[in-house]
């Protein structure tokens, strides 16, 4: 690897965190209802959380914001940063593919710990699921379907988002495994699929406790 291609990793790794570091949930409550969701329920800043507080349609609208952070990471890195010609051999792939994971993970740490908001913000479910989106959308595709029927049949958005984390990361395996990826994407679908996860850890306790707050219920004002 040339000192070249490190460089447009360090420069995938800054547009990343700061895409995702963009506070979504932040500014639409500020536009929708004048208030801090962090200041409510769980104290994240994605749409879950919204939801509790502003109601669906802020909800979708910071979901889409946050999906697309993931997606734009992705395609920065593809397109802009790391852009490789049509015939490129698969090693070229596999370094572009590197560049993607890059943007990919720091999009969720500027998610989750946004420079705009003192290294605070949300879990990551979505930014994650729109970088796993770009990289690959079957895989993406097969975790949304995973992750809705959890939420469907039981209400709880955390035990949705926790399985469609813990597939991502075994789907994008498989695809790999099987030739029809390359590992650093499922590099990035199994550390950030964890990463999600371990963000998680307090819903994980609710849940195991049974006082996890399903979807419908409204957040506590702090």
Not at 56 to 64: E, R, T
Not at 124 to 150: D, E, H, K, R, Y
């Amino acid at each position: 690897m040339s000192g070249g291609d490190l460089l447009r990793y360090l420069c995938a790794a800054v547009v990343g965190y700061l895409l995702g570091s963009i506070p979504s949930g932040v500014l639409v409550g500020r536009l929708f209802g004048n208030l801090d969701p962090r200041a409510y329920g769980s104290g994240k800043t994605g749409a879950t959380n919204i939801l509790r507080t502003l109601g669906p349609g802020p909800a979708i609208l910071v979901a889409l914001m946050d999906v697309a952070k993931g997606v734009v990471a992705v395609l920065v890195a593809r397109f802009l940063i790391f852009p490789i010609p049509a015939n490129a051999s698969v090693g070229q792939h596999t370094v572009q593919a590197g560049a993607e994971a890059i943007a990919a993970f720091c999009a969720l740490l500027g998610h989750n710990f946004s420079i705009f908001l003192h290294f605070t913000g949300g879990r990551g479910v979505a930014t994650g699921g729109g970088a796993i989106f770009a990289q690959n959308p079957l895989t993406g595709l097969i975790s949304i379907v995973c992750m809705a029927i959890p939420i469907i049949l039981t209400r709880y958005m955390s035990l949705g988002s926790i399985t469609g984390a813990a597939v991502a990361g075994i789907t994008s395996l498989i695809f790999t495994l099987t030739g029809h990826d390359y590992w650093p994407h499922a590099a990035f679908a199994l550390v950030g699929g964890a990463f999600v996860i371990y963000s998680h850890r307090d819903n994980i306790h609710r849940l195991l406790t049974g006082t996890e707050r399903k979807i419908g219920q409204p957040a506590v004002h702090h």
